[in-house]
């Protein structure tokens, strides 16, 4: 992979996902039977374990209630299609070659590449029903999973993959509106790489391209009209012009690089890693003048909310979770944002071997562990001794890396205090706190005061933060 150059001995993505328990590793053993669990999974289909899981949820809960809160409706479509809805959308004549085809009694059916298809299908449906009081611009949003055909030596753990899933959006505006639009996806795509990621945004690590098309090649390469890809290339540039006067964020043009239903911008965020800078290809927007042609959508556009030229965006943030979850693996080596580490705090009581003072710590101890974990946090009990503490927070620290720590040892005891381990997301390293307490609910609540702080971010997004509480002290 030209981003993902790394120097040999360094840990690669899926290391940190098999640390965190995030996938099962293809290449190793299952027990018992004696073979490899790719051999189980399949090449490319990525199977995610158990705090992969709660990744997963709280993400698509965050991501679901943060689009439905921007007028988004939110949905859910099958994996599986009659074949006729991709030969209308066109795919079975412009993407076969990476579409999974089955034969059921007879009938052909897909696994879907895309979830346009579905979503356009909704807007119809919803339209045909409650006609024009459906809003326009009609705004989709899914955790969609698609599946599309890669040749097995282009696999590469999570980031390239033949099954993975989008956070993926359709929009359908009408022409007029559409510099309106396309700020509010520039801006939406900022506040979720800034609070859930801690990704700033701006002139100095984000950049455009804006792929356009050939104007000799519209008609035979790509479809449509001259004047709708003008119209389209225009909003696009006038948008990348607004983002660069506005954010210091520049852009360029490949001509002749758009797709063949429109032309698109795509966000390469540049990173430091390691000393290195990166680049990584992240989001994108896409214009589309295919689809809406393909399903008669202007037609019925006229009919029901009268005369008016309406675009198609497609607009996938993450471009796919599993991708981006690799790459931001990489990026802070093995560090997830507090809302989504699969164990958020972890409580380590240091006993001294004195019978009565390790009876106190362990008290303590357990009594915070238990009502953080009432609270909803996975937070795990850690047991360890003055003499074996600096090789546990090793093994911690190389492997779980829990954003929070908290120390109780006999000097927290007898001060009443909390030695506490917090991960900056912003500073990107670990910083030592101490709290004091006046009695054990003081204490819950100078925890909880950290962990309000992290989790503003998801805060500041939807309203509040998802806490799921499960056990996850076989991580440690
Ligand atoms: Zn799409």
Request: with cysteine.
């Amino acid at each position: 992979m030209k981003d993902l150059q790394r120097s040999i001995g360094s840990k690669t993505h899926m290391d940190y996902a098999y640390d965190l328990d995030l996938v099962v590793k293809p290449d190793s053993q299952t027990p018992v039977l004696g073979r490899e669990f790719g051999h189980y999974t399949g090449a490319g289909i990525p199977l995610f374990s158990l705090g992969g899981g709660i990744y997963r949820l709280v993400l698509s809960y965050i991501l679901s209630k943060f689009h439905a809160l921007r007028g988004y409706y939110v949905v859910e479509t099958p994996i599986l299609a009659s074949a006729n809805l991709f030969e209308v959308s066109g795919h079975l004549s412009f993407y076969k070659q990476n579409m999974f085809l089955l034969d059921i009694e007879g009938h052909k059916f897909a696994i879907k590449p895309m979830n346009c298809p579905y979503h356009i299908l909704l807007f119809m449906h919803e339209v045909a029903r409650y006609r024009n009081k459906v809003p326009l611009p009609f705004k989709i949003f899914e955790i969609g999973r698609v599946h599309r055909y890669e040749p097995s030596g282009s696999l590469y753990g999570l980031l390239r993959v033949r099954g993975f899933t989008q956070d993926d959006a359709h929009i359908i505006t009408p022409e007029r509106e559409i510099r309106k639009v396309m700020l509010s996806l520039f801006e939406e795509l900022k506040e979720i790489y800034e609070a859930l990621y801690y990704l700033p945004i701006g002139g100095e690590n984000l950049k455009l391209r804006l792929s356009f098309s050939d104007p000799n090649l519209i008609g035979t390469e790509f479809m449509g009209s001259k004047e709708e890809w003008r119209a389209a290339e225009d909003a696009l540039k006038d948008i990348a012009d607004n983002l660069s006067r506005n954010y210091g964020i520049s852009y360029f043009i490949e001509k002749g690089e758009a797709a063949f239903y429109g032309p698109k911008m795509d966000f390469i965020m540049n990173v430091e890693e390691g000393g290195i800078r990166k680049e990584w290809q992240l989001g994108t927007i896409q214009f589309d003048f295919n689809l809406p042609r393909r399903f008669k959508l202007f037609e019925l556009i006229k009919e029901v909310y009268g005369d008016m030229n309406i675009y198609i965006i497609h607009r996938a943030f993450q471009g796919s979770i599993e991708r981006f979850l690799g790459i931001y693996l990489e990026y802070s080596k093995g560090r997830l944002p507090f809302p989504l580490a699969p164990l958020q705090v972890a409580i380590i009581p240091i006993l001294t071997g004195k019978k009565e003072i390790d009876l106190n710590i362990k008290v303590l101890a357990e009594d915070l562990s238990s009502k953080l974990f009432n609270s909803g946090l996975r937070s795990s009990l850690i047991v360890t001794e003055k003499t074996r503490l600096s090789g546990d927070i090793r093994r911690l620290e190389t492997r779980v890396k829990p954003p929070l720590e908290i120390f109780i040892g006999e000097r927290e005891v007898r001060e009443r205090s909390l030695s506490l381990r917090v991960y900056d997301y912003i500073k990107r390293q670990a910083r030592k706190e101490k709290v004091m307490f006046k009695d054990e609910e003081d204490m819950l609540n100078e925890v909880m005061n950290l962990v309000d702080s992290l989790e503003s971010g998801v805060r500041r997004l939807i309203g509040d933060c998802p806490r799921i509480p499960v056990d996850m002290s076989y991580l440690t």
